[in-house]
């Protein structure tokens, strides 16, 4: 491995003629090497001198000696079910699945594949003993700390004299220089110092002039020193610091609430005209995104109606149930408006019952008897509705004539009452009505801002006045154009305004917290949480949200509706003795096109009704033959969709005046049909021009073309659109094109069924990044069961999957999240047949290294995410087998085959590690981490002897350069990671340590009974004398990090023996610092570092084990033993707190040195990275 060069720069491709010549291009045209050959038939790590844990565990535990050893009841303790399967239900939104009731047959497999994930509970695997390592601030504070006195010390004192006296009498621009103190101040300094340690009111203890046995003196000293004592690091000032500040987590399942959203609680409350209020009016509202000409979200309908005006309708089931409306707003922005539409009961031209709305105030009473007269008819006879609002054409004479004779007045809002200022409602009490200041003030056509300055949410708006809209004007383009109008001026005149106004209560509620009896927006009832507030009587509605920009986020739960928009129809050329003219709009899904007259699906949402109808009537625009719509109509689609499904249009003229006297008129004449089948080319499209039928066969009027007859010569007449928001369907077309091809995979499928998973799969890629994540659980769950397949697939699905993974991570920075929760919660065990994912993506991946054409960078990056998901599907596996627990031998648990590809894969990636050792600094020490945590997770379910081969495969191979820092860096952060392990101590087996009398003779037997020990002293007895001092600073921070672990461990601290067992694995380091003894000359913060590491051993290693070593050294090494205690002594003596502080800043450079390094690399490599905004590196450092 050390002959190999170092790798300078990244490469992009990898050709077949350059893998050939053992070269590859990178991006500036350098010839780089190639991965070699010989890798992948070299064997990993000289098994032979390998520690054989299993072999050695059951020795131990056999020994005849060993129940006379408390400590190994501790220290071989094998952890039972160290590995978990948690099988979790997911925390969904709503009480009850909303997922319906499949059929058997007709229901297409991406269908089925999504519905099923909608349902599964979550598949988590994770080592139950991670929390047992101690972390930064994480850990028990000793009570006894507490009490320590901090004394007062003379030397303190007379340096802050000595500091004031010289800033005193020296000159302004004068340095001051240390005083030289005299002989009777120092020994006055020496009494004050003794005094302030021992203090002068300890009383005089009479036992130590007494005569005692020197051996029971000692025996007692021995006791007390060990009664109660501290841990060394307890003590050390920072000790925590060395710890890590996390362990390594699952990520967290996918949230179905977006938690940078804000939620609004919306309440209509009251609607007011100064006309008064004596006819019903319904009511919607929605919000509208002026910035970027967006509707985000879908209409809420709701009425504020008396009993007793409701009580007069023809038609009840018109009247909406819903009051409050919870809004979500993904993409907050001053920009988003609340725009109100209001409808009211067809009577006839808008202008002739409008203006007297408008002119409020000069109506005589006639006239307002005339109005409430022809409202009292039309309620009671018409089931239609219409807008509110509508062109001006008259005058308001003219208007006022077509009012018909007044017959009798039932307004509750009477004029009398209006002028004292208060109104009587219905069951009498006295009310004061809206103050007449709130109809003076313009402020917009139907519509107020939904935030104010900041963002801020307004507690209590009004939307007044309300505006009358041309006919021309209902679409949504117009209504931006008057919204940007009025976000300008405030007003505006394009309109008139009508003086009335509707108050509206708002409030925010947490992302988290859902209010009880809340309906979602298909009618599903959320889990209420948190929500300490009485429910109100009427239903919450969850009113859907139309995000501006969407959401990277998988889909979560079932959802299938569709929004249809009826935009405009044009019967001005219909032939005919029907002039249709006030023309309502009858919508309805039919399952097939045997009866014209079926009733159809009941699939319709009520408008503003918690239930679902049969059909939708739309508003009437009165005298129209070319209507515009702006009808939002919501479907439940079905789940089985198919070509026969298809909406059924019948278009109606209606008769608003009502017949002569002694005729029956009927209200509604039929004007024509159009159709329109859901699906077409098995997409549901988004916008469609219809041509518009006189008339349909009764039967089969789809098929039997040749039997209608067309208005206007089969124009395209009507004009529909559609909004789909479903979790199984899309309207994307590549996307789609996935979702048809996608089959059920099977073990041993012919060559068909072969070929249509492989098409499946390669259409992926082509798929939006977005649409990818949103259905990103589904598509990765399907390309594993292809990969699984057979051999071809298994190559195809790969590269699938690395553009895939390219693919979201050149979209959002956050694709490591969505992957790591994909792996950590959603994966299940994949196998078809006898292969499983671990087998396939093993080898896979190293090969896809070795020799795809494609950059292999990506695919590096997410090295944890792959190793992440071998291991999960190996527990899995050993969970299906029920070979988990317990545990009563790791060896042959897996097949030999694999365990030869799990270690050529660490083979490659090692090489890849070291060849970016200079070119990407950042992805080789990922790479590192994430190796290191695979081998932890490995020794919970497999045979510790081949991960020690693996580990010291990588140890080996890592060590190719000896004087390069980053690959000294990577070694040190391998072994860091290792030591996290919360069975580290476990699996280096601290029991039998003998005498060591040279390093030497310690390397063979550590070697084989405490492995991972043994390479790490190694590598710390190599760089100890390096001339690099910051190589030599890092090996030793490797050792301090464990020593601070183990001292903080509740499970190594209690039993004394326990502790001495652990300390003693690291014996050796005494050798070491024996020869490589420091020098005074060192940093003061380096040296203190060093030596409470010699401190650390000398406290907790065994006496006995000490006491034999000193008995078999030699002269020379015990004086450098002594030495270092001098130097100890030395070090950590008290010299002031000032000049201590002083000298701990001298070692800072170091760290500063390497944090600006880190910032650098992070930032020039993270800086090339995806739609990514970064402050500038000096804004970083500061």
């Not at 790590?45 to 501790?74: C, H, Q, T, Y």
């Not at 349902?119 to 028990?140: E, F, M, W």
């Not at 006819?279 to 970027?292: H, K, R, T």
Request: aromatic share 10%; charged share 25%.
């Amino acid at each position: 491995m050390s002959k190999l060069p170092p790798a300078k720069k990244s490469w992009s491709l990898r050709r077949k003629d350059q893998r050939e010549s053992g070269e590859f291009e990178s991006v500036d045209g350098e010839r780089l090497q190639r991965i070699p050959d010989e890798l992948f038939n070299k064997s990993v790590g000289s098994e032979s001198e390998i520690m054989e844990f299993e072999k050695l565990l059951a020795a131990a535990k056999n020994d005849k000696n060993a129940e006379a050893d408390p400590a190994r009841a501790v220290l071989l303790k094998q952890p039972e079910e160290d590995v978990v399967v948690r099988r979790v239900a997911p925390e969904r939104k709503t009480v009850k699945s909303a997922v319906p009731k499949l059929p058997k047959k007709g229901i297409k497999e991406h269908i089925r594949l999504c519905c099923r994930f909608y349902t599964s509970d979550l598949v988590q695997v994770d080592r139950l003993h991670k929390n047992l390592i101690p972390l930064r601030g994480n850990n028990a504070k000793d009570p006894r700390l507490a009490s320590l006195r901090r004394s007062e010390f003379l030397r303190d004192e007379q340096t802050n004299a000595e500091d004031k006296e010289l800033a005193d009498a020296a000159p302004a621009d004068a340095k001051p220089k240390p005083r030289r103190r005299n002989f009777a101040e120092f020994e006055e300094s020496k009494r004050r110092r003794l005094t302030s340690v021992i203090g002068v009111d300890d009383p005089v203890n009479s036992k130590l002039i007494e005569a005692h046995d020197p051996k029971i003196m000692d025996q007692e000293n021995l006791a007390l020193r060990r009664d109660k004592r501290f841990n060394l690091f307890q003590l050390f000032q920072g000790a925590e610091t060395y710890l890590s500040e996390s362990i390594t987590t699952l990520h967290p399942p996918y949230q179905e609430t977006n938690p940078r959203a804000r939620r609004i609680l919306l309440e209509p409350f009251d609607l007011s005209f100064q006309l008064g209020t004596f006819e019903p009016f319904f009511c919607g509202i929605a919000l509208y995104d002026l910035a970027n000409k967006k509707k985000i979200s879908e209409t809420h309908h709701f009425q504020l109606n008396s009993q007793e005006v409701l009580d007069a309708l023809y038609d009840p089931t018109i009247v909406p149930a819903f009051k409050f409306g919870l809004f979500t707003i993904s993409n907050p922005n001053p920009n988003i408006y609340i725009v109100l539409r209001i409808e009211k009961i067809l009577q006839g031209d808008i202008d002739a019952v409008a203006e007297p709305y408008v002119k409020c105030d000069g109506i005589k009473p006639k006239d307002l008897q005339k109005v409430q007269d022809l409202s009292e008819d039309s309620v009671r006879r018409v089931p239609y509705t219409q807008p509110f609002a509508e062109e001006d054409r008259q005058s308001p004479s003219s208007a006022m004539s077509k009012l018909p004779p007044a017959k009798k007045s039932w307004s509750l809002r009477r004029k009398d009452q209006r002028e004292s200022g208060e109104f009587e409602s219905v069951d009498g009490e006295r009310l004061q009505r809206i103050p007449d200041e709130l109809f003076n003030k313009s402020v917009g056509w139907g519509t107020v801002p939904l935030f104010g300055e900041d963002l801020e949410l307004l507690e209590v708006a009004s939307i007044k006045p309300i505006f009358k809209v041309k006919s021309t004007e209902l679409d949504d383009e117009s209504l931006f154009a008057i919204l940007a109008e009025y976000s300008k001026t405030g007003t505006t005149k394009r309109m008139k305004s009508i003086p009335a106004a509707l108050a509206l209560r708002m409030k925010e509620l947490p992302v988290d917290k859902v209010p009880k009896n809340t309906l979602d927006p298909s009618f599903n009832l959320l889990r209420a949480i948190d929500d300490q507030d009485e429910a109100p009587v009427i239903p919450i509605m969850e009113v859907q949200e139309f995000p501006s920009k969407p959401r990277l986020a998988p889909n979560l739960s079932y959802v299938n509706n569709m929004y249809l928009y009826l935009e405009n129809l044009n019967l001005s050329n219909r032939p005919g003795a029907l002039a249709a003219r006030n023309i309502a709009v009858e919508v309805r899904l039919l399952e097939n096109d045997l009866d014209l007259n079926a009733p159809g699906l009941n699939v319709f949402y009520g408008k503003g009704r918690n239930e679902f109808v049969n059909k939708y009537t739309s508003t009437v625009t009165y005298h129209s033959k070319a209507p515009q719509f702006y009808d939002e109509i919501k479907i439940a689609l079905p789940p089985n969709l198919n070509a026969d499904h298809h909406l059924l249009f019948i278009f109606y003229h209606i008769n608003v005046q009502p017949g002569k006297r002694g005729q029956q008129q009927q209200m509604q004449q039929n004007a024509g049909y159009a159709v329109w089948p859901i699906l077409q080319n098995d997409r549901i499209i988004t916008k469609e021009n219809l041509p518009v039928a006189f008339q349909l066969p009764e039967t089969e009027y789809i098929s039997n073309e040749a039997a209608i007859k067309y208005i206007d010569s089969k124009k395209p007449l009507f004009q529909v659109r559609t909004k789909l928001v479903s979790t199984i369907y899309s309207q994307d077309a590549p996307l789609y094109n996935v979702m048809k091809r996608i089959k059920d995979v099977k073990e041993n499928a012919d060559a068909r069924a072969t070929d249509l998973h492989a098409k499946a799969v390669l259409a992926i890629p082509k798929v939006h990044p977005i649409r990818i994540v949103q259905y990103l659980p589904v598509l990765l769950n399907y390309i594993f069961r292809v990969m699984c397949s057979n051999e071809a697939s298994g190559k195809k699905s790969f590269e699938v999957l690395h553009d895939v993974l390219q693919s979201v991570h050149d979209e959002t920075s956050d694709a490591a999240n969505l992957f790591g929760s994909y792996v950590d919660n959603i994966l299940d065990l994949v196998n078809v047949g006898d292969k499983y994912l671990h087998q396939v993506i093993c080898k896979q991946y190293m090969l896809a290294i070795r020799d795809s054409e494609k950059d292999s960078e990506i695919i590096l990056k997410f090295c944890w995410f792959f190793l992440r998901i071998i291991f999960k599907s190996m527990v899995l596996k050993l969970a299906s087998e029920k070979q988990l627990s317990p545990v009563a031998t790791r060896k042959n648990r897996y097949q030999d085959d694999f365990v030869k590809d799990l270690k050529g894969l660490v083979v490659i990636l090692t090489w890849e590690i070291h060849q970016r050792s200079r070119s990407a600094l950042t992805l080789g020490k990922d790479m590192t981490k994430a190796l290191a945590n695979f081998f932890c997770d490995l020794f919970a379910i497999m045979d510790p002897g081949i991960v020690f081969s693996m580990i010291d495969r990588y140890i080996r191979e890592i060590s190719g350069m000896e004087d390069d820092l980053t690959l000294v860096e990577y070694k040190f952060e391998f072994f860091k990671t290792l030591g996290d392990y919360e069975h580290f101590v476990f699996v280096n087996l601290p029991i039998q340590i003998p005498v060591p009398s040279s390093l030497s003779d310690t390397n063979s037997h550590w070697r084989r009974h405490h492995f991972i020990t043994s390479l790490l002293l190694e590598q710390v007895n190599h760089y100890t004398s390096h001339t690099a001092k910051a190589i030599q600073i890092k090996s030793m921070a490797s050792i301090r990090k464990l020593f601070v672990s183990h001292d903080f461990d509740h499970r190594y601290v209690s039993d004394q023996t326990v502790q001495q067992n652990v300390s003693s694995l690291y014996f050796p380091l005494l050798l070491i610092m024996v020869d490589h003894p420091v020098k005074l000359d060192f940093v003061f913060r380096e040296n203190r570092d060093y030596l409470i590491c010699f401190l650390f051993l000398l406290k907790n290693v065994s006496p006995s084990l000490l006491a034999q070593w000193w008995s078999k050294e030699t002269k020379s090494r015990l004086y450098n033993f002594f030495e270092i205690l001098y130097t100890c002594i030395n070090t950590f003596e008290f010299i002031g707190r000032k000049q201590w502080l002083q000298k701990m800043e001298e070692g800072s450079e170091v760290e500063s040195s390497d944090q600006t390094k880190a910032m650098l690399e992070s930032f020039y490599s993270e800086g090339f990275g995806p739609k990514r905004s970064y402050r500038s590196f000096r804004e970083q450092r500061n």
